[in-house]
Antibody
Framework: QVQLVQSGAEVKKPGASVKVSCKASGHTFRRFGINWLRQAPGQGLEWMGWISGYSGKANYAQRFLGRVTMTTDTSTSIAYMELRSLRSDDTAVYYC?????????????????WGQGSLVTVSS | SYVLTQPPSVSVAPGQTASLTCGGNNIGRQSVHWYQQKPGQAPVLVVYDDRDRPSGIPERFSGSNSGNTATLTISRVEAGDEADYYCQVWDTSSDHPVFGGGTKLTAL
């Protein structure tokens, strides 16, 4: 059974950084990509970027360029998403989701399955 | 950037059929994926590539896509189908995925 398990909730102050982890099991990690998405309270889904489990190539959404870094550890099948310079409007549930990606592209991919989500609260 | 438009809410009586639409310019030329999200839970893929169902998704869930509208159809709606539903495509111009704003399905 394919499963993605994320790290727990975090509370951060404005200007700080947060690093969320996503451990994959039940599939060959290097054959897929991991996408990161977020959902602010009461809002819809927002895609942040993806990273190849094979090559480590990452592609970020324009609005997060310079603030986000996605990495993988293939030895443990864990993907990480670090977001820096946190603001109050970064308060959201952050999800990882498996993407059907090549080593260089994720075009057309569906997202399945999803992790359970990690609540990040940014508050002074 | 590519925009997907979904009605904010749809209400149907239990046992009836719900049709959830997702509008986009020439969306019929793209592969559309649909997700169900119940309160406090992560999204779940219910239809992919316009009309295919992942294993474990009931046959009551079906999809179609043509012209400027994709549709998720839920037959014999149950109380347990109440959720937010999101459509998603991949914007080829930006090479990024795009989501609709979501439709809240209520079983009256």
């Amino acid at each position: 059974q394919v499963q993605l398990v994320q790290s727990g909730a975090e509370v951060k102050k404005p200007g700080a950084s947060v690093k969320v982890s996503c451990k994959a099991s039940g599939h060959t990690f290097r054959r897929f990509g991991i996408n990161w998405l977020r959902q602010a309270p009461g809002q819809g889904l927002e895609w942040m970027g993806w990273i190849s489990g094979y090559s480590g190539k990452a592609n970020y959404a324009q609005r997060f360029l310079g603030r986000v870094t996605m990495t993988t550890d293939t030895s443990t099948s864990i993907a990480y998403m670090e977001l820096r310079s946190l603001r109050s409007d970064d308060t959201a549930v952050y999800y990882c989701a498996r993407g059907y990606c090549s080593s260089t592209a994720c075009s057309g991919s569906k997202f399945d399955p999803w992790g359970q989500g990690s609540l990040v609260t940014v508050s002074s | 950037s590519y925009v997907l438009t979904q009605p904010p809410s749809v209400s149907v009586a239990p046992g009836q059929t719900a049709s959830l639409t997702c509008g986009g310019n020439n969306i019929g030329r793209q592969s559309v994926h649909w997700y169900q999200q119940k309160p406090g839970q992560a999204p779940v893929l219910v239809v992919y590539d316009d009309r295919d169902r992942p294993s474990g998704i009931p046959e009551r869930f079906s999809g179609s896509n043509s012209g400027n509208t994709a549709t998720l159809t839920i037959s014999r709606v149950e109380a347990g189908d109440e959720a937010d539903y999101y459509c998603q495509v991949w914007d080829t111009s930006s090479d990024h995925p795009v989501f609709g704003g979501g439709t809240k399905l209520t079983a009256l």
